[in-house]
């Protein structure tokens, strides 16, 4: 029902900038300070980025770390927020500083550390009282804790050996000033009816007044980081931009003549996306306990009608549908190019039992390589329920296809694993959490490669 708790995960990271602003606008802080005058300790790998690191670039996506670079620290592991912090000064950049867009979470951790340093309370206590208090979103929270204490709170779903079935929830604790609040419709509206007047809100727990300014809701609204703007597939041409952005928190774009304020957040079974369109004062909010294209065909196909689209209007469940097919022939291909490329006679150096033991990765910490059933088996030791088969791809190289979360401790039947060969979703989000491992790592074809040294 409309009380019905949602993880919504990355739709968090509009609610982390928007603290902010209220700090700003207190002026206990400023966009463009550097980090380090609030995180005297914090570095990059680069001293350069360290230094000119500003509160700004921490939320925009151009700091010059890659596509998801450190996702593994915090995915099911046992690192809290502030050794992630510390931890992400070993991840080597991908691209130059401010110089490219790549979609990271480490960093809005980050963010999430400085309110302690300029406000004296945790992101949690801000975002509840500073945040949720004052817009009446009394059915909120940032905790896995309090997700899982609902009666009323939707169950995560995905899919598994092809049929839909229920998945474990995914722990977001040492990640919530990313991904960890879970909200209903009920307290969504609330927020998105803030939003689309420029930060004012009525009733609530403070009566109504501003939750930031109207100059601080133009800056979370204007473009900060330039977006690629890749031809769609076939099926979704009509949906390519004549402009992409990001801005503090949301991805800015057109649609239909107007200018669209959104965001997606994903996790496992657990899938949002919240859009906005401020000319005309309409707010989407789609919450779903699955992981599907539809919430996206949802959301247009509710824009289509709300805006006027021209008739006939788009078939967009079939034309996401087309879209992921064509995605999957796509991944499929490349694999197999991948594959075809390798030395496929080559053998390993060494008895396979001499790869076996511990390894160890300044980012990610220990790790260890056992020999299980003729196999090499990749345990990590802060996220001990994260497995994975090691395959020999060519001379001392491996791969680790499917990554999986293992149900049962006792087994290593997957929960929900990266298959490179199950499908093109798989293989993007196997690229989120590609830069990692142990002594030397390369990624090839969409496909973690493990070089393991004697």
């Known amino acids: 029902d409309a009380h019905t708790l949602f993880q919504i995960a990355s739709n968090t990271k509009a609610f982390t900038t928007a603290a902010l602003a209220i700090l700003v606008d207190e002026g206990k802080l400023a966009w463009d300070d550097p980090v380090t005058k609030f995180l005297p300790g914090f570095q990059l790998y680069d001293p350069y980025v360290t230094r000119e690191l500003t509160v700004r670039d921490l939320v925009t996506h151009k700091s010059g770390l890659g596509l998801g670079a450190g996702d593994l620290l915090w995915f099911h592991s046992s690192y809290n927020r502030a050794e992630i912090a510390h931890r992400i000064r070993f991840a080597r950049p991908a691209s130059s500083f401010r110089s490219a867009y790549a979609y990271d979470n480490v960093l809005y951790i980050v963010a999430g550390e400085i309110f302690p340093a300029v406000a004296g309370q945790s992101w949690d206590d801000v975002v509840k009282t500073r945040v949720f208090t ?4 009394s ?13 009323n709170a939707a169950t995560p779903h995905g899919i598994e050996d092809g049929r839909l079935q229920v998945v474990p929830l995914d722990s977001v604790d040492n990640i919530s000033p990313a991904g960890g609040i879970a909200s209903n419709v009920t307290d969504l509206a609330r927020w998105l009816v803030c939003r689309l007047d420029s930060g004012r ?42 402009f992409a952005e990001y801005g503090l928190g949301w ?25 906005l369109v401020p000319a005309e004062k309409l707010g989407v909010v789609i919450l779903t306990n699955s992981e599907s294209d539809l919430m996206a065909a949802l959301t247009y196909r509710l824009l289509d009608d709300l805006l006027g689209a021209p008739r006939p209007r788009a078939d967009w469940v079939a034309a996401f549908a087309q879209a992921d ?3 999957r022939a796509r991944a499929d291909s490349t694999l197999q190019a991948g594959r075809a490329g390798r030395d496929s006679m080559s053998q ?4 396979l039992a001499r790869y076996a033991g511990p390894y160890h990765d300044d980012l990610y910490g220990d790790a260890s390589v056992a020999l299980e059933d003729g196999r090499l088996v990749l345990r990590f030791s802060r996220s001990p329920a994260f497995v994975g088969d090691l395959e020999h791809w060519q001379y001392d190289t491996f791969i680790a296809p499917t990554l999986a979360v293992v149900r049962d401790r006792s087994r290593r039947g997957p929960r929900r694993g990266w298959s490179a060969r199950d499908r093109a979703q798989a293989v993007r989000r196997f690229e989120q959490l590609a830069p990692y491992l142990c002594r030397v ?7 973690l490669q493990v070089r393991l040294a004697a």
């Open 134 to 137: 004052p817009l009446g979103m």
């Open 139 to 151: 059915e909120s929270g940032t905790t896995t804790a309090f997700f899982t204490s609902s009666r």
């Open 201 to 242: 809100y009525s009733g609530g727990g403070g009566g109504g007044g501003r939750l930031f300014s109207e100059a601080q809701a133009r800056e979370m609204w204007s473009g900060q980081t330039i977006l690629p703007i890749p031809d769609p597939p076939p099926p979704l041409a009509a949906l390519r931009p004549n």
């Open 251 to 275: 991805r800015l774009r057109d649609y239909l003549g107007r200018k669209v304020v959104s965001h997606t957040g994903g996790l496992a079974g657990m899938s949002s996306q919240i859009t």
């Open 325 to 327: 097919q064509i995605a």
């Open 348 to 351: 390993p150096s060494l008895p």
């Open 441 to 447: 790592v390369a990624r090839e074809c969409g496909v």
